[in-house]
Structure formats: C-alpha cells, structure tokens
C-alpha cells in the first residue's frame, strides 16, 4: 500500500500579486536577504540581477557581461557568490562598478553549455549546476564549490539541471532533471557533501509542465514551480504527494523561494522567452515577478561558507 502524506496541506492567504512586472526573459535565481529585508533575482539571458525591497518599493538592476543566474550570500564576507556563464564568482552590490571575479571556472565544460540554477546546502557549500545552453544535450553536471575554494563535478548526464533543495533534516537532496520531467533524490552525507544512491521521486503528469526551480519549507514540504504549467506546487517530503497548487497567470514559471519578515511571502519568477506574439499577447504577465502569502513558512538561506 502507497503511504499517505504526513504533513497539512498549506494555503494561500490572499491572490497571487504580480509585484514587478520586468517582461524578463528568463526569470530565476531568487535570494531573500534576512540581512538587508531584500529580494534578489535575475534575468539569465538578459544578463541582469534585480533587487526589490518590498518594504519601500526600490527596485535597482545591475547589468553584466555574461549569463548570471543563481545567487548566494556569504557566511563570512561581504558580499555574494554567484554562477555567471562558465563558473563560480564573487560580486559585491556595494561596490557596483566592480566587475565579479571568478572564484572557479570548471575546464571539463563543453563550450556550449552554462551554469544555470544553484543554491548552498546548510553545511555552506555551494551547488550550481550546468545545462546546454539549447537545452538538447546531456552534457549538464552539478559542481560542488566548497568554502575552501574547492571545486568538483558529482552528477551528470543533465540538459537541463534546477534545484537544488534539500530535505528538513538534510538527508535528502533534491534535483530536477527537467528536461525529462522529473525530480530525483539522493541519499546526501552532509559532513562530505556527497550524494548517492540516485532515484526517481517524482515524475509530472502529462499537461503539468516540467520542474524548474524549488525550495524546502520549514515543515519540510517541497515547492516546486512548474515550467509550461502555469503554477507552483507543494509536495510531502515522504510520498511525494501534492498538497497545494498555487496558479499563476503566466505558463512558464521558473523558480520559488520565501521570503518576508516572517518567511510567510513565497516568491515566484517566470520567463518570455520562446513565446510566440500570440501567446505573449495571452500572457501580458509573462517574465514578471510574483508573490503570494501563505500560512505556512520558510526556512532561511544557506549561506556560503566561503
């Protein structure tokens, strides 16, 4: 007999808000600061990082050089680590005019591909996956760059690679293969940071889309948004079984990660890119930033340890 979920299903307290409507091209990357009580996103194909302070309203951008797409804050430093096109490096918002330098560039990369999602596990390392930047061959692989400035390849065989998350207790890793339209789980040791044991979770119904981004609440349920399905879901870190489904007015949404004072505000990003004039024209939201409350929290962002 299939087990049953353990855990409520959450709920939203109020609609979904489209909190900036920035037509991005490909939305992702979201960071909440604790710190700074601010939001980080980007726009990988437009090269660009935004920053939103919901209390205020600010919104600043800054523009790059190269593909930038996932975000950290660091444990003992100012500053940010980020993925750009071809690797790991540091970039600091105070300092504006100073270019990111490269932390680590991985040389075993086919020229084709770029680092896409990411996110630091609770010990501080950082994980940041590559894809073929045509989303076709299986030439993506998770790196892992550790505090000490070490960098190396785990899984591969990936065209698309998002996540990652990781279950309550850690135990747990979570990645989306999402080209072939589901998440798997490994067994994770985190005093190495090594994963094994590699298996299918979840696999999405015809019609839902394809898993992008994800993150961990703080009972432990998984959130999941949903590329080409138009919503996020909530899942049982156990069975896999969906709890909640948020809709959102755009079909392609990329990420999810909570926010706010209380970590009550799930934050959600989504793309334009690929959509034709007449699916534009029915998405006018497409790209934009969104926000939804809820009665359930989330957990805190890791931060690099570096």
Same mark, same amino acid.
């Given at each position: 007999m299939k087990p049953t979920s353990t855990l409520s299903s959450p709920r939203a307290r109020g609609p979904v808000q489209c909190i900036w409507p920035a037509q991005a091209s490909l939305g992702e990357g979201l960071l909440w600061s604790e710190q700074h009580?601010?939001?980080?996103?980007?726009d990988i194909l437009q090269k660009q990082v935004h920053r939103l302070d919901p209390a205020s309203g600010a919104k600043h951008s800054w523009s790059f050089d190269e593909e930038i797409s996932a975000l950290a804050e660091r444990a003992g430093a100012p500053g940010l680590v980020v993925t750009l096109r071809r690797g790991f490096a540091e970039w600091d918002p105070a300092e504006p005019d100073t270019a990111p330098r490269y932390l680590a560039q991985p040389d075993t990369e086919p020229p084709t591909n770029r680092f896409n999602d990411g996110k630091? %596990?609770?010990q501080g390392r950082f994980w940041g996956g590559t894809m073929d930047f045509e989303c076709v061959a299986p030439s993506g692989t998770w790196w892992r760059l550790d505090p000490d400035g070490t960098c190396a390849p785990h899984m591969g065989g990936f065209a698309v690679t998002n996540g990652p998350t990781w279950s309550l207790g850690g135990e747990t890793m979570f990645v989306n293969d999402t080209d072939r339209g589901r998440v798997l789980a490994f067994d994770y040791d985190s005093a190495t940071g090594? *994963?094994? +044991?590699?298996? %299918?979770w979840l696999r999405l119904a015809k019609g839902d889309g394809l898993p992008d981004g994800m #993150? #961990? %609440?703080?009972d432990g349920r998984l959130w999941i948004a949903h590329w080409a399905g138009g919503c996020?879901?909530?899942h049982d870190p156990q069975t896999a079984a969906e709890l909640c489904r948020i809709a959102l007015p755009a079909s392609q949404i990329? +990420?999810?990660a909570f926010g706010g004072p209380d970590l009550r505000t799930l934050y959600i990003t989504s793309a334009r890119v690929g959509l034709d004039a007449a699916q534009l024209a029915a998405e006018p939201l497409a790209g934009a930033l969104f926000s939804v409350e809820l009665d359930c929290?989330?957990? *805190?962002? +890791?931060r690099f340890g570096g």
């Amino acid at each position: 007999m299939k087990p049953t979920s353990t855990l409520s299903s959450p709920r939203a307290r109020g609609p979904v808000q489209c909190i900036w409507p920035a037509q991005a091209s490909l939305g992702e990357g979201l960071l909440w600061s604790e710190q700074h009580q601010t939001l980080y996103w980007v726009d990988i194909l437009q090269k660009q990082v935004h920053r939103l302070d919901p209390a205020s309203g600010a919104k600043h951008s800054w523009s790059f050089d190269e593909e930038i797409s996932a975000l950290a804050e660091r444990a003992g430093a100012p500053g940010l680590v980020v993925t750009l096109r071809r690797g790991f490096a540091e970039w600091d918002p105070a300092e504006p005019d100073t270019a990111p330098r490269y932390l680590a560039q991985p040389d075993t990369e086919p020229p084709t591909n770029r680092f896409n999602d990411g996110k630091c %596990d609770a010990q501080g390392r950082f994980w940041g996956g590559t894809m073929d930047f045509e989303c076709v061959a299986p030439s993506g692989t998770w790196w892992r760059l550790d505090p000490d400035g070490t960098c190396a390849p785990h899984m591969g065989g990936f065209a698309v690679t998002n996540g990652p998350t990781w279950s309550l207790g850690g135990e747990t890793m979570f990645v989306n293969d999402t080209d072939r339209g589901r998440v798997l789980a490994f067994d994770y040791d985190s005093a190495t940071g090594t *994963p094994a +044991n590699r298996r %299918d979770w979840l696999r999405l119904a015809k019609g839902d889309g394809l898993p992008d981004g994800m #993150t #961990t %609440d703080a009972d432990g349920r998984l959130w999941i948004a949903h590329w080409a399905g138009g919503c996020v879901t909530c899942h049982d870190p156990q069975t896999a079984a969906e709890l909640c489904r948020i809709a959102l007015p755009a079909s392609q949404i990329t +990420n999810c990660a909570f926010g706010g004072p209380d970590l009550r505000t799930l934050y959600i990003t989504s793309a334009r890119v690929g959509l034709d004039a007449a699916q534009l024209a029915a998405e006018p939201l497409a790209g934009a930033l969104f926000s939804v409350e809820l009665d359930c929290a989330g957990l *805190p962002a +890791n931060r690099f340890g570096g």
